[in-house]
């Protein structure tokens, strides 16, 4: 079965440019997440959907920063303009919803994330 | 007040030998869920063991169990036969929120670097 898929994996652009993420995630997830990797502050949420809905968004750090989710099976980040404090790892998760009688965790599904630098 | 503490930054252990790491979480919901993902040095994430909240019984996957101390609020992760290739981050996690709600995230500690020496 594919995993999640991201895309690019690796990206290198200069500050002020618009940087766009992309996420496929694994079929029939309801819940997709986006996650930032930074050595300073380490894993941190920026937002997750529920069924393409965004259900928190407390975590995108500025109005730079804006995700979609236009359908079950992909979804978006975007960074515009982006800054050199924006390099990290960006990483996309998806999880499934629980269902009556299954042995639901909750974990998340990651993909192998995208590397991204601003110079 | 952080959620997840992991306050080892770095830890090592001789191969063949077991170690555990160590994670306590900050919650005042009564169901909830424990994680532990491992993330080598080429960065993909790895589920390795969950814990719930209403588990009874401390969770085991092969190699790695997990040591669920609730009053205490701990979570540590025991490795036991170390390999060269366990050095890796370790993270610990929590999901708050109802199970059967549409309201949950999962939350990390900051991680612990775990070497193996041979």
């Known amino acids: 079965d594919a995993g999640v898929i991201q895309s690019p994996r690796h990206e290198v652009t200069e500050m002020g440019q618009e940087v766009t993420l992309r996420c496929k995630p694994i079929?029939?997830?309801?819940?997709l997440f986006w996650y930032r990797q930074t050595m300073m502050r380490g894993l941190e949420l920026l937002i997750y959907?529920?069924?393409?809905?965004?259900?928190?968004d407390s975590g995108m750090p500025e109005d730079r920063f804006s995700a979609k989710m236009p359908n079950a099976s992909f979804s978006t980040l975007k960074i515009q303009p982006s800054e050199p404090r924006d390099s990290a790892v960006y990483f996309c998760a998806s999880s499934p919803m629980p269902t009556s009688g299954g042995a639901w965790t909750g974990e998340l599904f990651f993909g192998e994330g995208s590397r991204l630098t601003v110079l | 007040a952080q959620k997840i503490t992991q306050t080892q930054p770095g830890m090592f252990v001789q191969e063949k030998e077991a170690v555990t790491l160590d994670c306590t979480y900050d919650?005042?919901?009564?169901?909830?869920?424990l994680f532990w993902y491992k993330q080598p040095s080429s960065g993909e994430m790895i589920f390795l063991i969950y814990?719930?909240?209403?588990?009874?019984q401390n969770a085991t996957e092969g190699r790695y169990s997990l040591n669920f101390q609730k009053a205490r609020k701990s979570a540590n992760l025991v490795i036991s036969a170390s390999q060269l290739g366990d050095s890796a981050m370790y993270f610990c996690?929590?999901?708050?929120?109802?199970?059967?709600?549409?309201?949950?995230?999962?939350?990390f500690g900051k991680g612990t670097l775990l070497t193996v020496n041979p």
């Open positions: 959907f529920n069924n393409n809905v965004p259900i928190d």
């Open positions: 814990q719930g909240s209403y588990d009874e």
């Open positions: 079929s029939g997830h309801d819940y």
């Open positions: 919650t005042s919901d009564q169901s909830y869920g």
């Open positions: 996690a929590m999901r708050e929120g109802r199970v059967w709600g549409s309201n949950y995230k999962l939350t």
